[in-house]
């Protein structure tokens, strides 16, 4: 064959060729994005707005309960809105405030699912690709922490896990580091996010209020407080690679210090250690043992 022939057939066979694999790659299944499925923990206290227990935190009882229930679940949708808008596939909502009875299906962003009803605990797993928290207070003395407690407003003075001092936040963030699940995003006051920004330094968070004392701060108007939760929401999940699951080495010893008004509910037995009157050790294999052991106990 002559050599310009053998040039054609070259190009010839190279054109086939391209087709070939543009008809492979075009029928070849697409790779399937893996789901980003985030755990919302909700509470009241840090909710934008609010500053008295009585006055507006007790479902059904306070005077200004509907616009409280109203206040949070503006922000969760908010929140809501920023995850989607930052590439989450679906959103789990967990009304954490009491007995888990504020928030309504009527009213929740169609696009996110609500875990509703009594329950001390929710059992985490590794389907959740990040945890953030929207209306989370300070722990027990957090300085000027607007209703600062630890599980209950008169009950837990300081609680300690391995010596480190924590509250509610700290005790969720290593919770779902045990399921090798980031937390990625806080909203409340002040005292609130300096707490979790001591566990997470570069942490995402949506400061809606700033304390005078433990009741009373300065708020933002509504709005702005919505605005910045759904951006602040929307960069978290955008930087989600950036963020490792907490994580504590075990065993694990969980120290908890109850107030004079707060009668202490342990009792003595296997895993139990009592140091006086007030305080107890819970003792775990590593921290989920320890977690489940003082939660049910």
């Not at 399937?32 to 227990?53: C, H, L, N, Q, S």
């Not at 955008?238 to 504590?248: D, T």
Request: proline letters at 5%.
């Amino acid at each position: 064959m002559a050599k310009g022939n053998n040039l054609l057939l070259r190009r010839l066979v190279c054109v086939l060729g391209g087709i070939g694999f543009l008809g492979w790659a075009m029928a070849a299944p697409a790779q399937t994005a893996r789901p980003v499925k985030v755990i919302m923990i909700t509470d009241m206290e840090g909710v934008d707005g609010i500053f008295d227990f009585e006055l507006q935190c007790l479902p059904d009882k306070s005077p200004r309960w509907p616009e409280s229930r109203k206040l949070l679940t503006e922000e969760v949708n908010a929140a809501v809105d920023g995850l989607l808008q930052g590439g989450a596939t679906e959103v789990v909502v967990w009304d954490g405030h009491w007995d888990g009875d504020n928030l309504s299906v009527l009213d929740i962003h169609p696009k996110a699912g609500l875990l509703t009803g009594t329950h001390k605990a929710f059992d985490l797993d590794p389907s959740y690709s990040a945890l953030i928290f929207i209306g989370q207070h300070a722990m027990a003395g957090a300085e000027k922490g607007i209703l600062a407690h630890t599980h209950s407003p008169d009950g837990v003075q300081n609680l300690w896990v391995n010596g480190k001092a924590v509250g509610e936040i700290g005790l969720e963030v290593m919770h779902a580091g045990s399921y090798g699940i980031p937390t990625i995003m806080l909203s409340g006051d002040t005292a609130a996010c300096k707490e979790i920004a001591d566990l997470i330094p570069k942490v995402e968070c949506a400061e809606v209020k700033s304390g005078v004392s433990r009741s009373a701060g300065l708020m933002l108007p509504h709005p702005v407080a919505c605005a910045l939760i759904r951006e602040k929401a929307r960069r978290a999940i955008e930087r989600l690679p950036e963020f490792k699951p907490y994580q504590v080495s075990g065993p694990v010893d969980l120290k908890v210090e109850y107030t004079n008004v707060g009668e202490a509910p342990l009792k003595a037995r296997e895993g139990f250690d009592r140091v006086d009157d007030r305080t107890w050790i819970v003792h775990g294999k590593d921290f989920m043992d320890a977690y489940a052991r003082y939660v049910y106990h």
